[in-house]
């Protein structure tokens, strides 16, 4: 963890990022690392989270779901990783659907529908081939969930990479523990 990068408080950050944050900090009682850090670059931080809000609207919740939590896997982004486990509980998704989520394994995870597999496999696609001979597996999410919900789909799997380069360079710790860790609500 890079202890050259001051810590933000709320207070400390620009309006324009607290009006965008407050509602989320309340909701969740704290200001996690990752935006008392990225608070350094208000401009860019600001947009990012409109998108991250933009993207909710675009997509129905268990894609957007399956999205962020096969990201966060494959990226090792245990931050991000911990707190969609925990929002996927909490909107009634079942931790056995997390964890069939979770095994990045579509072709084996019944608890999934042919549009969240298909959602899935574009994830790994994307990352694997960093975004490269990926038609098939667009293909296949365009059929299941049409063309505009595509293109969210692509721009989600991007906000969640660059999310977990961000932490993962920074080395930061989750601020909440894993549901399967005895900690989950």
Known sequence: ?????PRLSFEQLAPNVQDVLRARVERLGYLGEFFRCA?????VLAPFMEMTENLKKALPDRLT???????????ENRY????????????????DWVAAVEQVDPDNAVLLSDAERAVQRLAVALIER???SVESELDAVIDQIGVEQAMATLFLVGRY????LIVNSLGLVPPVPSIFEGGGQ
């Open 161 to 164: 990479i660059t999310h977990a």
């Open 65 to 75: 779901e399956t999205g962020a939590l096969t990201v966060a896997t494959l990226m």
């Open 1 to 5: 963890m890079s202890a050259q990068i």
């Open 80 to 95: 991000e990783l911990h707190q969609h486990e925990r929002l996927s509980k909490k909107l009634g998704f079942g931790e």
């Open 130 to 132: 960093r975004g490269k």
């Open 39 to 43: 608070g350094h670059q208000p401009d």
